[in-house]
């Protein structure tokens, strides 16, 4: 199939679904303009990778899953984030707020050996809903940084658990959600992207149990293989081995890649 036969058909097929629905709910001229006016105004607040990436990334993104594990990337990856060195800890401001969070892992191939120098880009946002380098508020590459695993494909990262985690509020998306009765939360999530030479990279998000929002995600962005378990560490002792003067909570994951091709 040639690209514009392609585009033909996909094309035709999308302007057909909307036809069909403006038909069935006799949608009327002020409906329409209102619709279009909408539609405008999202341009204008750069909102439309934000409202694409909400309510139709998840489609696209399940159609090319190589495998289980992936999620959708979002709105708000941002490359050349800083390079970390170890003891691996996401650059924050000195009063971060939020729980301190230990994130472990291991990244390894589809059958299950372990990928040294995997390459892990990790980004989130700060406990007011908010990524740097997008959002007013945080500082350049707040909670944003690169790590590379061990030898043995091992990794460990020091971070804040995120909150449950709202869209953007006062643009167009959060118009839409109103006007629609429906809510604008996400479960709170870390957001990655690992990748190793001769593997396909891998985007995905983490989730934690207990999260209110983990059965209506507005993304569609949850599977159950991404949702982790928090424990919680308050012995003194342990607290002080790791310079930490409150609670901490940890958790890990294992990453597979498949291979190329
Ligand atoms: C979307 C995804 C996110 O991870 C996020 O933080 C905000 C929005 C989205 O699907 O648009
Ligand atoms: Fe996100």
């Not at 839409?176 to 995905?204: I, K």
């Amino acid at each position: 199939m040639t690209s514009q036969q392609r585009t033909h058909e996909v094309l035709s097929d999308i302007i057909d679904s909307v036809n069909a629905q403006l038909d069935k709910h006799g949608v009327t001229y002020d409906e329409y303009r209102a619709g279009l006016d909408w539609l405008i105004r999202l341009g204008h607040a750069g909102e439309w990778p934000l409202f694409a990436d909400v309510f139709f990334e998840h489609t696209v993104e399940a159609v090319n899953a190589t495998g289980p594990g992936s999620t959708i990337e979002g709105p708000y990856y941002v490359a050349g984030a800083p390079w970390l060195e170890r003891p691996y800890v996401l650059p924050q401001r000195d009063d971060e707020a939020g729980d301190v969070l230990i994130l472990s892992g291991t990244v390894l191939s589809a059958e299950g050996s372990p990928v040294p120098g995997a390459v892990l880009d990790l980004w989130q946002a700060d406990a007011d809903c908010l990524y740097s380098n997008v959002h007013d508020g945080p500082p350049a590459f707040n909670l944003r940084g690169r790590m590379t695993a061990d030898g043995n494909g091992r990794f460990e990262v020091r971070t804040i658990v995120p909150p449950s985690y709202h869209l953007p509020r006062g643009g167009p998306v959060e118009e839409l959600l109103n006007a629609a009765g429906w809510h604008d939360w996400r479960p709170g999530h870390l957001h990655f992207m690992v990748s190793a030479e001769g593997y396909e990279s891998l985007t995905t998000q983490l989730y934690f149990e207990g999260d209110r929002y983990l059965e209506s995600d507005i993304a569609s962005a949850v599977k159950p293989e991404l949702i982790l378990s928090l424990r919680k560490h308050d012995d003194p002792a342990e607290l002080s081995e790791r310079g930490l003067s409150r609670p901490f909570y940890s958790t890990s994951h294992e990453f597979r890649l498949t291979p190329a091709g």
